[in-house]
């Protein structure tokens, strides 16, 4: 078992910065991929973006975060971060961190067996 919890949500303004982290215990490892998904009031969960057990190949949601969303991992805190640079009001979501018992990430959420409890992430315009 894993057991996932987030940290860094929070309010900011449009153009703002925030820093997310998971931090993982139980039977973790560099043998998890990691991945990030939001979820805004009435929609489906979204990808976001996902990383490798290794860290060294990650990927991003095409078009909504590219360029301003990174994801990175530090396997000997068994921490997983996303930093969201110039944020937008659309950006607005709980925030999940999910873990897949695989060293390779997948975009589907149902491919992720590892859950944590979501964080509130809210921008102001």
């Known amino acids: 078992q894993v057991q996932l919890v987030e940290f860094g949500g929070g309010s900011v303004q449009a153009g703002g910065s925030l820093r997310l982290s998971c931090v993982a215990s139980g039977r973790t490892g560099n043998n998890y991929a990691m991945g990030w998904f939001r979820q805004a009031p009435g929609k489906e969960r979204q990808f976001v973006a996902a990383?490798?057990?290794?860290?060294?190949?990650?990927?991003y949601s095409a078009d909504s975060v590219k360029g301003r969303f990174t994801i990175s991992r530090d396997n000997a805190k068994n921490t997983v971060y996303l930093q969201m640079n110039s944020l937008k009001p659309e950006d607005t979501a709980v925030y999940y961190c999910?873990?897949?018992?695989?060293?390779?990430?997948?975009?589907?959420?149902?491919?992720?067996?590892?859950w944590g409890q979501g964080t509130q992430v809210t921008v102001s315009s």
């Open positions: 990383i490798t057990g290794s860290g060294r190949s990650s990927r």
């Open positions: 999910a873990a897949r018992r695989s060293n390779y990430y997948r975009e589907g959420p149902d491919e992720y067996d590892y």
